[in-house]
Structure formats: C-alpha cells, structure tokens
C-alpha cells in the first residue's frame, strides 16, 4: 500500500481542527466524547484529535462491549492500552443487545450501542463517531437497494442531535484507505473484526463482492455517491420545512384535522404524515400503509373509526397505530396486548402500604389523603386491582343516576382515541370503583361526614400514551 503524504487537504491533526471547527461551534471550547471501536477508523480520529488537542478541549473517549465476540474482552483491553498511549481518559461500557423476533443481530447490536451513547452523553457535549466515506457509500446504495425514500438516500448527516448533546461525523469526506495509512505511518495497533469479513451480512457482501467492481470501473464513486446525498439532504431540509408549514395547519393538539389533510395534494398528505409519524418519536410505516393512511383512512366515513397498524423491523412486538375518530387523526403504540388494545397485565395496589402504583406505560396512578378530596378511604379494601378496558365497563357518576357506559363518558369528554386503551380502570373487590382520575362510582364518593379523605391522580407517561 502507498503511503499517503500529509498535506493540507490531507488526513491529519490540521484538518481535524479545521474540520471540527466548522461542524462544532466554540471549538476548541467544548466537551467531545469520542466512540472508539478500536477499529482503524476511530484509532486515526482518536489519534489525530489527541494529537491536535488544543487548549480548552474536554476530550473523553467511550468503548461498548457488546460481549457478542469471542475477542470481546480483548478488544477492551486493548481500547484501554491505546487510551492510555495517547493520554485520553476511556469508559468502557458492557451493553446487552436484545434481539427481538424478525430484528437482524447488526441491527440490534447498533440500536444497543446508540442507546448507549445517548445515555452517557453529557449537556452540550459532542460524540464523535469514524465513520468514513466509505461507510456512506455503503449506506446509500443499501438505502436505495432497500427503496428508500430521501431520508434514506441522505444517509449519515454530518451533525445530528443524541441524548443531551449531539452525534458528529467528521470523517465523511475521507476515505478509509488514507486513514489506514495514516496510522500505519504512525505504527499504531488496530483491531480486525473478523466478522466484517462474513459475507453473510449485507453491508460485508456488498463491500467485498460489489463495490471493488464498481471502483475498478467508477474510481470516484464514493465521493459521487456522497456529494449525492448531500443534494439528498437538502432536498429533504426543503420537504422538512414544507411539512412543518403544513403541520402548523393540521394540528390539533397532538392530532392531525382530516379536513386539513384532505385539502393538501396526496405527495405533501404522505410528507405530513412521515413528518408528524417522526416527530412523536415513532418508527415510519412502510409505503403501503403510508398511502392506507394518506387515502382509504382519510376518506373514509367519519363514524367508521378506522386504523392502520404497522411493527417495526427492530422491534416486532411493538404495534404502531394511526387511528382515526371523526375528524382527527391519532398515534398509538402498544406492546403485547389484549384484543381491546389494552395493556394484557392487571395489577395488584395495595394502596395503604404504598400510596403510588407504577403502571406498565411508565405513567403512575396516585391516592394521597386530601382533606376534601371526593374518596371516602374507608370504602376501600385494603388491595385495589389495575386494569385496563375490555369493553362494557359502567359507572355511577351521579347519586341516583343511571349506571354509565363508559365508552359513552369518554366520547361525551373528548378523550383522544389514542388514550382510550391505556386509561387505568381501578376495581374494588372485582367491582369497577374509578376510571384514572376522571370519573369516580358513586360507591366509594365521600359523603359530607367521611371522615378519611382522598384523592386519585392520574400522572400519564412523558409524551402522553406509550
């Protein structure tokens, strides 16, 4: 192999300063938190940002075990002996990947990892990643042999946020040929993942089978490819912020007008739809389910209450749902479930020893002593059950008034569709006493002379259902 000779377009600790100068604002002021595989790739960043330390520099470096390799822990070790040589303060960090049904092992392991990352990353501190040109190349063309849309033809952007600070990518104009030689001149150890070279894998076919016959013809296709995803990502900043227009339109509360939706022409309805599906933090559906969403869904009778329902390829178990109720559209996801769409668990409270229950969701339901709240607590058993709607469920809500559907009271309030399935259902002795925080039977409402008082709160999980 040549040698690559340092220049000032050249791989090294000028260019790294000059990159990172551009990419992270206030460098070299700012907290990196570098993720080194102790592939060769990260060993020249490493290097080469340890080398280029400027003062004011907060540098790191992190190292995940996934514990998946024979060679795990040595490759540990081996992170650690490098962090050592070149003066950098490393953690190492043992993750467990969970592989759900139909989820692929690399892909599992990623997610893993970056939840990870996200975890450890401070405020306003940036993580480096090594990902090269080459990795770009390779992701785009598996983006497109996929059909993918812009986001994934746009591939890795060079900046984008992670946990509390924000994911870097510094070496996406710069070939992993040059690093390697970089850090042969500078006689550091790397570590070889044997498993890059089982074909197997569709990223490792593709590198060893595919793309040395497309460079030996194409000698500049990856940065053709990327300067191609780069267009890529501008055209989709465009449709991003036309979404976000026509979101502005739509939104109602958490949910989107069907009226708005069906006076967009059917390519911005689907744009809207991916930007709002994205925003709330959920998986996209495919494009199948997406023209369900964007038509038969949307014209539908507005009585008919329809949805669509899609999983992830990560995570099988998941259900995502837009549904539709009258003129709004709504969001849902739900792990295993009963056929209601309710969580399948009941749980038991006993409320006297802990005044808090934790509900599956992450939510919390509360019955604390209040001096006029509605609860007569001498009414109530020691141990309550949690449950979730099966459909037929009646209250007593007034004093000598008829017994309530409660499907009728939740429509009659407005209660989202989304929220309809998780709104925890309190029993006493197997007889429906409470329904979260927002109806009370009239078995258990406090006369004027209880004497014991409470009060129940419904705290729902951060960003409302699961």
């Known amino acids: 192999m040549g040698r690559v000779i340092a220049g000032a377009g050249s791989f090294g600790p000028e260019w790294l300063r000059e990159r990172l100068t551009r990419l992270l604002p206030g460098f070299p002021d700012v907290a990196i938190c570098l993720a080194l595989s102790g592939g060769v790739d990260s060993t020249a960043l490493l290097a080469a940002l340890a080398q280029a330390r400027p003062e004011g520099l907060r540098l790191r470096a992190v190292h995940v075990n996934h514990g998946l ?21 490393l953690k190492v960090l043992a993750v467990k990947v969970a592989r759900e049904r139909g989820a692929s092992l690399e892909e599992a392991a990623r997610i893993a990892r970056y939840r990870c990352f996200a975890e450890q990353l401070h405020g306003g501190e940036a993580l480096l990643t090594a990902h090269t040109q080459d990795d770009q190349l390779e992701t785009v063309l598996l983006q ?24 870097v990518r510094p070496l996406l104009a710069r070939a992993r040929v040059e690093l390697e030689a970089w850090v042969r001149a500078r006689e550091l150890a790397w570590i070889e993942d ?10 490792n076919y593709l590198r060893r089978r595919v793309l040395p016959a497309v460079r030996e013809r194409w000698p500049g296709v990856a940065a053709a490819v990327a300067r191609s995803a780069r267009h890529a990502a501008e055209a989709q900043g465009l449709l991003a912020a036309l979404a976000r227009a026509d979101l502005e339109r739509a939104s109602d509360g958490a949910s989107l007008s069907v009226k708005s939706l069906r006076a967009l022409p059917p390519d911005r309805r689907r744009n809207v739809l991916r930007s709002w ?64 769409g309710a969580p399948a668990a ?16 992450g939510g919390t339901l509360e019955l604390t002593p209040e001096r ?8 109530l058993p020691p141990r309550l059950a949690v449950t979730w709607r099966r459909g037929g469920e ?53 006369p004027p002379a209880a004497r014991r008082r409470g009060r129940l709160l419904w705290r729902k999980p951060t960003g409302g259902p699961p």
């Open 277 to 340: 599906i994205a925003a709330s933090g959920r998986a996209p559906p495919d494009a199948r389910r997406l023209e369900e969403i964007a038509g038969p869904l949307i014209d539908a009778r507005a009585d008919a209450n329809p949805r669509v329902e899609w999983s992830t390829e990560a995570a099988t178990t998941r259900r995502i749902a837009v549904m539709r109720h009258a003129d709004l559209l709504s969001l849902t996801e739900r792990g295993p479930v009963l056929d209601s």
């Open 394 to 446: 009646r209250l007593r809500v007034r004093r000598g008034g008829p017994r309530r559907a409660l499907k009728s009271l939740l429509r009659e309030a407005h209660v989202p569709p989304a929220e309809r399935a998780h709104l925890p259902l309190i029993l006493a002795d197997g007889a429906l006493i409470a329904a979260a925080d927002l109806w009370i039977d009239e078995s258990v409402r406090a």
């Open 144 to 167: 497109l042999f996929r059909g993918s849309g812009l986001p994934g033809l746009a591939a890795m952007p060079a900046a984008a946020p992670l946990g509390a600070g924000k994911l």
């Open 69 to 89: 390799h024979p060679n795990a822990a040595r490759w540990s070790a081996h992170c650690r002996k490098l962090a050592r040589r070149l003066g950098v303060p």
């Open 346 to 361: 009941q749980l038991a409270w006993e409320w006297r020893r802990s005044a808090r229950c934790a509900l599956p969701d």
């Open 194 to 203: 044997d498993t890059n070279l089982d074909e197997r894998f569709d990223r």
């Open 372 to 379: 006029h709240g509605p609860i007569d607590l001498e009414k």
